[in-house]
């Protein structure tokens, strides 16, 4: 009773060979939308990242975060606003610095701010009253409060190149 070609498949199956046929060419359409789907995809990942590439990564932070460990961690020196004026900025030898003074904070640069909050003044040559905070927050929330920090900036922050 055999009729036509057959094909050997797994444990001495036999299956009709034009079913093997239609088989693979389903397996190679599915094959031609799955790579189609994969390039769709590469292109919008490449598009998204490149959109990314050309923004600021301290404004990718999460400014409101920044605020909240901001007034924990800062506040008693720089005050609640970042004008240089809380409570104990009153019996320190060296006025701490006004965060919203523009024309200063604008010069500095991330890398700069992100030292002096994570290692102290003293590691920058500045006032070592400054104490670190690298041991007690990640880099992404020193991220977070230089971010805050260019918030309150005036004028505003505007980073270098743009």
Same mark, same amino acid.
């Given at each position: 009773?055999?009729?036509?070609?057959?094909?050997?498949?797994?444990?001495?199956?036999?299956?009709?060979?034009?079913?093997?046929?239609?088989?693979?060419?389903?397996?190679?359409?599915?094959?031609?939308?799955?790579?189609?789907?994969?390039?769709?995809?590469?292109?919008?990942?490449?598009?998204?990242?490149?959109?990314?590439?050309?923004?600021?990564?301290?404004?990718?932070?999460?400014?409101?975060? +920044? =605020?909240?460990?901001?007034?924990?961690?800062?506040?008693?020196?720089?005050?609640? &606003?970042?004008?240089? @004026?809380?409570? !104990?900025?009153?019996?320190?030898?060296?006025?701490?610095?006004?965060?919203?003074?523009?024309?200063?904070?604008?010069?500095?640069?991330?890398?700069?701010?992100?030292?002096?909050?994570?290692?102290?003044?003293?590691?920058? +040559? =500045?006032?070592?009253?400054?104490?670190?905070?690298?041991?007690?927050?990640?880099? &992404?929330?020193?991220? @977070?409060?230089? !971010?805050?920090?260019?918030?309150?900036?005036?004028?505003?922050?505007?980073?270098?190149?743009?």
């Amino acid at each position: 009773m055999d009729s036509g070609k057959f094909v050997r498949v797994r444990e001495a199956k036999r299956v009709p060979y034009h079913l093997v046929r239609l088989f693979a060419k389903k397996s190679i359409i599915v094959a031609k939308v799955l790579l189609i789907m994969r390039k769709k995809s590469f292109w919008i990942f490449a598009f998204s990242a490149l959109l990314l590439a050309g923004t600021d990564p301290t404004w990718a932070q999460n400014q409101s975060e +920044g =605020k909240k460990l901001y007034l924990t961690y800062c506040s008693s020196c720089h005050g609640d &606003n970042g004008k240089g @004026d809380g409570p !104990a900025a009153q019996s320190l030898p060296v006025k701490p610095v006004n965060h919203t003074a523009g024309a200063v904070m604008n010069q500095l640069t991330d890398k700069f701010l992100m030292e002096i909050i994570s290692k102290g003044g003293s590691a920058v +040559g =500045k006032s070592p009253m400054m104490p670190g905070w690298g041991g007690q927050l990640k880099e &992404n929330q020193l991220r @977070d409060i230089v !971010a805050y920090v260019r918030s309150i900036a005036d004028p505003p922050y505007k980073p270098s190149g743009k």
